[in-house]
């Protein structure tokens, strides 16, 4: 019984451990991914879906809601002015349905 609810304790919080939770930060060199805001959709990486209160962010599915506090965020983003100097190419989507990945080979960089 002990060791049921210590586990049902941990699967409660580990949905949180990679909940979609960023703050953008000033400067590039305390950015743990670096992301450029893409024109098209075709072209993104990952369609982001910005959520207004944080229990609405995903775990990894691209709805990001954006925390005031870099000790609140699971990541730390830097916006780049050139999509060559990105990690990852983002594109706001205005339906949280259309949220996701577009190409998996990058999804490492969000856990």
Request: no cysteine; charged share 25%.
């Amino acid at each position: 019984m002990k060791h049921t609810l210590i586990l049902l304790i941990v699967l409660a919080f580990s949905s949180y451990s990679f909940a979609q939770k960023v703050v953008s930060v000033e400067y590039q060199n305390q950015a743990d991914v670096k992301v450029f805001v893409i024109e098209y959709e075709n072209q993104a990486d990952l369609k982001v879906f910005k959520v207004k209160y944080d229990n609405q962010a995903g775990d990894n599915d691209g709805k990001w809601f954006f925390t005031d506090y870099a000790n609140q965020a699971q990541k730390k983003i830097f916006f780049v002015k050139y999509v060559n100097q990105a990690d990852l190419k983002i594109y706001f989507v205005d339906y949280e349905n259309q949220a996701g990945w577009k190409k998996l080979n990058k999804k490492h960089m969000l856990y």
